[in-house]
Each structure stands twice: as structure tokens, then as C-alpha cells.
């Protein structure tokens, strides 16, 4: 990735299950935002936290925000089939000219 | 809204060729973005405009690529001479300024060079 990376590189999970994926950057940042990959196809933003906010909450997804440590967690609840693909956190970085930078992305996939 | 649309598809074409990606973002977004997708590099910020203007271009490989945006509703992604190492998936996104960046991303144009 340009400037971060996310944890674990690929997750395997049963459906019901909670799936949590970690995300870590270097800059910086005006806001950190998760987006979501299926196979083949473009990316799809999920949820987005400001850099002054610890946690957001939208539906079964969870993402906390910690600065200081420069690290974001993504949850997901109660997981679903329809929840296998590929998750990116990404970020706009703070200062000098504002741009949109993706992490390398984990997979995840989660078996009926 | 049809969302952000990329043409083509798909694209193989032979190392020297030029190649051509076009996009259309979503009508009222004023910022678009050309990203780069391999497996080895995972997502890459090529290039970003807002209303029209290249803002950053530091992610463009070399001097063989160029973009352009004539019109808000209109960008392109050229590669003259390509190479086999540009093979990659090449997407477009679009957003508001005042959004946050939060992205539209099309489907992306898969070019392969041989």
C-alpha cells in the first residue's frame, strides 16, 4: 500500500460470526473511511469517521478511530455469506494537497 | 444516477500500443480520481482533479502516462507507449469536494498488454 496496511491479510470466518479487520496509516489524517470489494467489480464505500471521532455505528458495521495510535478497526456483526469480499480502509490525508489513499485490502470470507 | 462509468471493459493490446481509458463520473461530483489495482501494489493514486484541474499527479509512473479532464463530465487515462508491466485494472472514481472524498468507484478497465 502507498502508506498503511490492514490486519490480518485475510480472515475466514463461519456465517453469524463477528469479523474484525484492522487498518493502520502513517499520515496525518482529515478522515478515515472503509470501502468494500467484490470480485471483479469496483469498490463500494461502506462507512466514513472523522478525524475527531472515535467510533461510528451504521447498521451491523462498527469502525473506532484512534489517532494517536494512527489505527482504525472495522466490525462487522452477526456475519453473512453476502459478506465475502475484499475490505480497503482509506484515507484523506491532512495538509499540502488533500488526497484519497487506500490501504492494501483483506480478504474475508464468510462460510454457510 | 448510472453511477461512474468506464469504458471499455477490457483491453489487451500489444506492448508499444497506445491505450486509452475514458471515464464519465457521476453528474454533479467535482472531484475524480484514477486509481491503479495489481496485486503486488494494491490500490495506487495515479491522479485527482478537482473541477477539472489536476491537483496531484505525483502517483503517475512515468512520463508515458497522461490524463486529462476537457469537461466535468468527461476523463481520460492515456498510455503511450504501453507495457506489458502496466497490466493492471485501472479504476476511476468521482465525489464532492465537500464530501470528505467519500468515493464512487466505477467498474473498473482491465488492461492487459502482451
Known amino acids: 500500500s502507498q502508506q498503511g496496511e490492514e490486519d490480518p491479510q485475510a480472515l475466514s470466518i463461519q456465517e453469524g460470526e463477528n469479523a474484525t479487520m484492522n487498518c493502520s496509516y502513517k499520515?496525518?489524517?482529515?478522515?478515515l473511511q472503509w470501502y468494500r470489494q467484490n470480485s471483479g467489480r469496483g469498490l463500494v464505500h461502506l462507512i466514513l469517521i472523522r478525524s475527531n471521532e472515535r467510533e461510528k455505528h451504521s447498521g451491523r458495521l462498527r469502525v473506532t478511530l484512534d489517532t494517536s495510535k494512527k489505527s482504525s478497526s472495522l466490525l462487522i456483526t452477526a456475519s453473512r455469506a453476502a459478506d465475502t469480499a475484499s475490505y480497503f480502509c482509506a484515507w484523506v490525508t491532512q495538509g499540502g494537497s488533500e488526497k484519497l489513499v487506500f490501504g492494501k485490502g483483506m480478504k474475508l470470507t464468510v462460510n454457510p | 444516477d448510472a453511477g461512474v462509468i468506464q469504458s471499455p471493459r477490457h483491453e489487451v493490446t500489444e506492448m508499444g500500443q497506445e491505450v486509452t481509458l475514458r471515464c464519465k463520473p457521476i453528474?454533479?461530483?467535482?472531484?475524480l480520481f484514477w486509481y491503479r489495482q495489481t496485486m503486488m501494489r494494491g490500490l495506487e493514486l495515479l491522479i485527482y482533479?478537482?473541477?477539472?484541474?489536476?491537483?496531484?499527479d505525483s502517483g503517475m509512473p512515468e512520463d508515458r502516462f497522461s490524463a486529462k479532464m476537457p469537461n466535468a463530465s468527461f476523463s481520460t487515462l492515456k498510455i503511450q507507449p504501453s507495457e506489458p508491466r502496466d497490466s493492471a485494472v485501472y479504476f476511476c472514481?468521482?465525489?464532492?469536494?465537500?464530501?470528505?472524498?467519500?468515493?464512487?468507484f466505477g467498474q473498473g478497465t482491465r488492461l492487459t498488454v502482451v
Open positions: 453528474s454533479g461530483h467535482n472531484s
Open positions: 499520515t496525518s489524517i482529515n478522515n
Open positions: 472514481a468521482s465525489s464532492l469536494m465537500n464530501s470528505y472524498f467519500e468515493a464512487f
Open positions: 482533479f478537482n473541477n477539472n484541474v489536476p491537483i496531484d
